[in-house]
């Protein structure tokens, strides 16, 4: 299992959010570019970075931060944050980054992502974001209808490189992912999983890497020195193989 560091942007620092709620940040670094360097050299592969100013406005904000994050890291980088538009994509990926993270189009607009990912293959992640089952959008301000597999089916035959799933009402709070959801989105979808939102120890993750999950973002918990990164990344190489699918 592949093990993605957060960092998520706020006004160009690094921070970690509650639940989505815009109004509950705590501010981690003043320097995302040397917090991406420190995983690294801990043993992380690759960086997961959220432009959370981006998935506000609508299209990503922190582009300088990010160029400096990929440059710092030297290791594959994962974005989302308000990639809505062509124009967007080939703005992110000027910047270097790996794979782009599309959110809310995605549910505006589900032939868009199939026909993206048709022309980046492996290069585009879905994100799902969802509150009790529902997806979310507009940087976790709004609530859809939709369910989140049911998203997720839609796009589930293009070449997506994975599904990023994140659960909102674990997302930060330390308590523990939901293992029910993510078995329920693993089951739905042939598409590699990263499971996101409320790992916060080893026994989370060793419960992830047994049940066969190819990735697993941490944010608040590598921050909060809950979780050794360095031990984590032992405990995933112990227990499986990574699925190669994820590269």
């Known amino acids: 299992m592949f093990i993605y560091p957060a960092i998520d942007l706020l006004n160009g620092r690094c921070v970690r959010l509650r639940q989505g709620d815009y109004s509950r940040e705590t501010v981690f670094s ?17 960086i997961h970075v959220v432009d959370l100013d981006g998935a506000k406005a609508g299209k990503p904000v922190n582009g300088t931060v990010v160029r400096e994050i990929v440059e710092a890291a030297g290791v594959p980088v994962q974005l989302g944050g308000g990639i809505r538009t062509d124009a967007d994509l080939a703005a992110v ?37 969802a ?5 979310a959008t507009e940087g976790w301000l709004e609530v859809s209808r939709v369910r989140a597999v049911d998203l997720a089916r839609q796009v589930s ?3 997506l490189a994975a599904v990023v799933y994140t659960d909102i009402a674990t997302d930060g709070m ?15 979808v042939p598409t590699p999983l990263i499971a996101s939102g409320g790992v916060c120890s080893l026994d989370h993750v060793s419960r992830l890497a047994e049940a066969g999950t190819p990735g697993c973002i ?22 499986t193989r990574p699925d190669r699918r994820l590269l």
Request: charged share 25%.
């Open 174 to 188: 330390m308590q523990g992912p939901n293992f029910a959801a993510l078995a329920e989105m693993q089951a739905a």
């Open 131 to 135: 509150k009790d089952g529902y997806v």
């Open 218 to 239: 941490i944010g608040r918990a590598l921050y909060e020195g809950a979780i050794d990164l360095t031990a984590a990344l032992a405990l995933t190489r112990s227990v």
């Open 157 to 159: 035959d293009a070449p």
């Open 93 to 129: 990926f000027d910047w270097g980054v790996r794979w782009a993270v599309l959110g809310t189009r995605a549910l505006q607009a589900p032939e868009w992502v199939r026909s993206t990912a048709a022309r980046f293959p492996n290069r585009i992640v879905l994100g799902v974001d």
């Open 30 to 46: 003043d320097d995302p570019a040397a917090v991406a360097k420190r995983w690294v050299e801990l043993g992380a592969d690759r």
